[in-house]
């Protein structure tokens, strides 16, 4: 053998030795996936093709006081169709039929759908889309279907649950409602979420072809649990008056938005609130909670603060004397105004609260004040008009009140805070206070949830929570209550007046952005009105803000948001009358009840004879001989005074007896 061919033969056993070796090394290896590692394998391989489908769980009702529905979830279902896995005879037995169903229901012809189904099981199509977004009833009636009355296996039919959340009232309080979604999580639907959400169920689907997942199984293999109910402070009735009369006034002043707050007194539960802001096409929705967020200047209805403040420190009385002048005043280098050309002259603190004099609070505060600011802006805190009112929901604004040594302070901060500028409350913070005054002087937290409900079963109650027992004393509750009734009665809000029910309360008109606008027509304002009805004993407290009205059309409080005050007042009052309850109970006379007393006794006997009826009633006397089987014919109205049958005389059933009444 020569070299060459040696060499030769050495690479060839070293190529076989190789392939040797490779072919034990696959064989090693799939003896180690099939039996060592051949549990994880088939699990990651599972894991590719099935999967767990969350199911989301059905939110929790929310409802008004009196059990309306304010927000719910609606289930809707997706339907599809395995044609694969239907028997072939079934198919052609019933397809004819269910392509007519499908077209009665979802419209387009019986050929349409017959067409499309066949050609989706000649493409060996499991996951054939039928429709959408149907509501339970249909669903119900799709499922009874020729072919898919045979379910999932048998059938292909396949239907995908999912809910979406509807509003029965649409746009009226829908911020407050609010929502808990891709949008955020604003009103009582975000600051409730945990109750609301339920918890989530879950379905195995198989991956199939073209990318699609299928459900396994018929049944969910974790049902989900629904949310629990949340019961509202708000009155639906209450809510639509509230809702429309704002909307009405600002589409008339074309302002750029408003709120309105009703709340009842005692409790601090919200009644109604709207807030409706001004879209770009001049129409009005429910962009922000205003009520709640929104802080601003509130003017003049802060006077009311200034004058309890004033009154309770015994700087001054409500007759104290104070100089407003020709209507304009200056002050550390500043021009004060009020709204009456030639002004005032000298009035009392309790006039100057009526015609709401902003040269009069400024005086009679700073008058007193001046030296010791830090009493007056302590008193103002003292009654928790720095403080948040710790709502649950989001959002709520923060009020600013500045106090010597602070960046906002000023000479000219404390006479303006007096008046209502430089600070900030929001409505409701606003309202806040003068429900106190209303409720004598308690101030409650507002509230908006009554109570947590599962399957009718109360989980949670919300009690009624005081921020305030006194925010001061009966007698100076007492001044500012008569005060508040007279600005109605005879001051700025004298235009709302009315004899057939009483209000009390405070306009407001502040100038926003005063700073930009110089030319009389380019002024902006926010005009407001709040207070309660009805004065004596309120039941509500309510506050109307609307934001910069067409100055052309008016600007002021009493013109402004004072009509929607009094419309919203006059509907409550007048769809809550008083029913005055009538006694029907019988009077108790003597003779009446002798008369009872001895029919009872006759009647009760037994009678073998004609019985004598003479002086009883004549009602009785029928009663009583038609019981004994008598025929009875009567002459003239009242008493027995004769009867054509003798007493004693023979009793004969079906005789008949004539009596005669006077």
Known sequence: MSVTQKNILNKLYIVFIFITLFLVAIIVRLTNIQFADGEKYRNLSQQLTLRNDTIFANRGN????????????????????????????????????????????????????????????????????????????????IKSFPIFNLGMYKGGFIAEQTTVRAHP????????????????APGIEGAYRDYLRGKYGWRMKQKIAKGQ??????NNE???????????????????????????????????????VVMETQTGEIKAISNLGRSSSGKYYERLNYAVGESHEPGSAFKVMSMVVALETGAIDTSTVVDTGDGR????????????????????????????????????IDENFGENPEKFITSLKRMNLNNVLGLPIKGEGKPEIPAPGEKKWSKNALPSIAYGYNLQLTPLQTLTFYNAIANNGEMVKP?????????DQSVTYFEKEIINPSICSKQTIDKVKEILKNVVVRGTGKKLYSESFSMSGKTGTARVEYWMNDWNE????????????????????????????????????ADVSGPVFKDIAQKIYSSNHIINEIDYKIPDFASVQNDYNNFYTISNKEYNSIPNV????????????????????????????EQSLNEGDKLIKGTTIVLKLT
Request: proline share 2%; charged share 30%; aromatic share 10%.
């Open 329 to 364: 005043y200056k002050m550390y280098g500043r021009y004060i105004n009020d709204s009456k050309r030639g002004g005032y002259g000298e009035i009392s603190a309790a006039r100057a609260l009526e015609v709401s004099s902003n040269i009069g609070f400024a005086r009679l």
């Open 522 to 557: 380019n002024k902006r304002y926010i005009s407001s009105f709040t207070g309660y009805f009805p004065s004596e004993n309120p039941k509500y407290s309510c506050i109307v803000v609307i934001h910069k009205p067409k100055v052309q059309k008016g600007y002021y409080g």
């Open 447 to 455: 509230r908006l949830v009554k109570e947590i409900r599962s399957k």
């Open 169 to 184: 009232l649409g746009k009226v309080a829908e911020r407050t409602i609010g929502y808990d979604d891709y949008r955020g």
């Open 222 to 260: 974790k049902e989900p649990i629904d949310g629990k109910d949340i019961v509202t402070t708000i009155d639906v009735n209450i809510q639509d008056i509230a809702h429309h009369s704002l909307l009405k006034q600002l589409e008339y002043y074309e302002a750029d938005h408003g709120c309105v």
């Open 614 to 641: 003479k002086g009883m009633a004549g009602m009785d006397a029928i009663s009583l001989l038609e019981n004994l089987g008598l025929k009875v014919s009567l002459e003239g109205n009242g008493k027995v005074v």
């Open 62 to 141: 929310v409802f008004s006081a009196d059990g309306s529905l304010l927000a719910t979830s609606m289930s809707q279902y997706e339907i599809r169709m395995d044609t694969y896995t239907v028997n072939s005879e079934v198919f052609e037995k019933n397809i004819r039929e269910l392509s007519v169903e499908l077209s009665k229901m979802l419209g387009k012809s019986a050929s349409y759908w017959e067409t499309k189904i066949r050609k989706a099981r000649n493409n060996k199509n499991r996951y054939l889309f039928i429709t959408r977004k149907l509501g339970y009833t249909d669903y119900i009636k």
């Open 213 to 218: 997942w299928k459900p396994i199984n018929d």
